[in-house]
């Protein structure tokens, strides 16, 4: 089912597009991984291009770092309704709708597979009222010098664009909501963890120009997600028995309560859509007595015993909840923070340092500066890549009381085995 399942969601794509007589679909890059084009998977496509061709709508495609024209060698021809954007330059093309309106679309496709040349910036339309569109395969960041690197704001600067559709960026989510929109409709079916939950893409509609509306079509016939399940959420828990039902729980509330669809969401005309399944990975976190009684010292085998046992117990009737691995983030109960402040020096402290670090500049921006490049604070629209993590005021607080717990833990465990070393002599 998985191996079938990007087919399933392009093949839902289409018919979407057919159920909602389109005036004309884009897609900017990456149709093919670079080691996916197979003669099977290019037949595919090209089927599905000859579906679109039998009602008359034309499909606009620029390539993408995976599949860059220099190395993109189709085993089939396309059927003549696909345009294929040049390399070289910028290219445009004008497409009536069945209304007589007019549309423009602009795009260039990648040349090689680390294009570092900032093509939009050749983009140029006439504002004249036509719904103006530029196509672009872009990382959406100036922190690497590759995919074409840009900025929000020189999108947003290049005169007479309404809409950007983006590709490259693999999860859905639209940049900017007006004046233009630019969006990544990310990938129709996810192939991994890093690639979790509902995976569809964008119907746009363009009554008028400048109001495109924008909505997300979900495609996925199988969901990857990660899920969280706390030891704390249930009292009373005595043996790995009791983790399992915890966990057989989670996945049957999973079966009965779906994703919800995120905002500006259509149900797609003609299938209803359910997910075939989900492939989740269980993460057990939490603190408890039973974490130092049963699961410390023993985490991979107890996981590894949990995935063969879920995997076995889980029902796999539609939609199935397949298990890909466990994780045990466990910890034994922390002591009373208040009491040990009270009672110790070294504690008291530390919580100090902790506290100094939430209200002084200086103390903050020290401890910000340790974190890493993946943490970014949010600063003006645009500036964050797409690929780092925002460090916004209730993340950093979670990050240093985790920080705190992990450090007094540490020293209550060190005088521990301080203590009992000293009664063997």
């Avoid at 999108?155 to 900017?176: D, E, M, N, R, T």
């Avoid at 964008?202 to 120009?209: D, I, R």
């Avoid at 921006?365 to 209730?394: F, H, M, Y």
Wanted: overall charge negative; aromatic content about 8%.
């Amino acid at each position: 089912m998985l191996q079938r399942a990007a087919y399933t969601a392009f093949e839902r794509i289409v018919h979407t597009a057919l159920e909602y007589d389109v005036d004309f679909m884009l897609i900017s890059g990456d149709i093919y991984d670079d080691d996916s084009r197979s003669v099977a998977a290019n037949s595919f496509f090209v089927e599905q291009m000859e579906r679109l061709k039998e009602k008359n709508i034309p499909v606009f495609i620029i390539y993408g770092n995976h599949d860059p024209i220099s190395e993109n060698i189709e085993l089939f021809k396309l059927p003549d309704n696909v345009e294929v954007f040049d390399a070289e330059v910028p290219e445009t093309f004008e497409v009536a709708d069945k209304r007589g309106k007019t549309a423009r679309i602009i795009g260039q496709s990648y040349r090689i597979p680390g294009e570092t040349r900032k093509m939009h910036l050749n983009y140029s339309f006439p504002n004249d009222g036509v719904l103006n569109i530029g196509m672009l395969h872009t990382s959406l960041s100036t922190s690497a010098n590759i995919h074409v690197p840009c900025s929000l704001g020189e999108l947003k600067g290049i005169s007479g664009i309404h809409y950007w559709a983006l590709g490259h960026i693999h999860k859905p989510q639209i940049i900017h909501k007006s004046h233009p929109v630019i969006a990544f409709p990310g990938i129709p079916q996810g192939r991994d963890m890093g690639e979790q939950g509902l995976r569809g893409f964008f119907l746009v509609e363009a009554q008028h120009p400048d109001t495109p509306g924008v909505y997300f079509i979900p495609t996925s016939p199988i969901i990857w997600i990660e899920k969280e399940v706390s030891i704390e959420s249930s009292h009373g828990l005595e043996d790995i028995d009791n983790i399992e039902e915890l966990i057989l729980t989670a996945g049957n509330e999973l079966k009965e309560s779906p994703l919800p669809l995120p905002h500006s969401s259509l149900e797609p005309k003609g299938f209803g859509f359910t997910p075939d399944g989900y492939i989740v990975r269980w993460v057990i976190t939490g603190r408890g007595t039973i974490h130092e009684r049963v699961i410390e010292g023993k985490e991979e085998e107890i996981a590894a015993h949990l995935e063969q046992v879920l995997r076995e117990n889980m029902d796999m009737n539609k939609p199935f909840v397949w298990t890909e691995s466990v994780r045990i983030n466990t910890r034994s109960p922390m002591p009373d923070m208040d009491d040990l402040i009270e009672k110790d020096e070294i504690i008291r402290i530390l919580n100090d340092i902790c506290s100094q670090m939430e209200r002084e500049p200086e103390l903050r921006e020290k401890a910000l500066s340790l974190l890493g490049n993946i943490w970014q604070r949010p600063t003006p629209e645009g500036s964050i890549p797409l690929d780092a993590v925002p460090l916004g005021e209730e993340k950093f607080r979670y990050l240093l009381e985790l920080a705190q717990n992990m450090a007094v833990e540490c020293i209550l465990k060190e005088r521990e085995r301080i203590e009992n070393s000293q009664d063997l002599f």
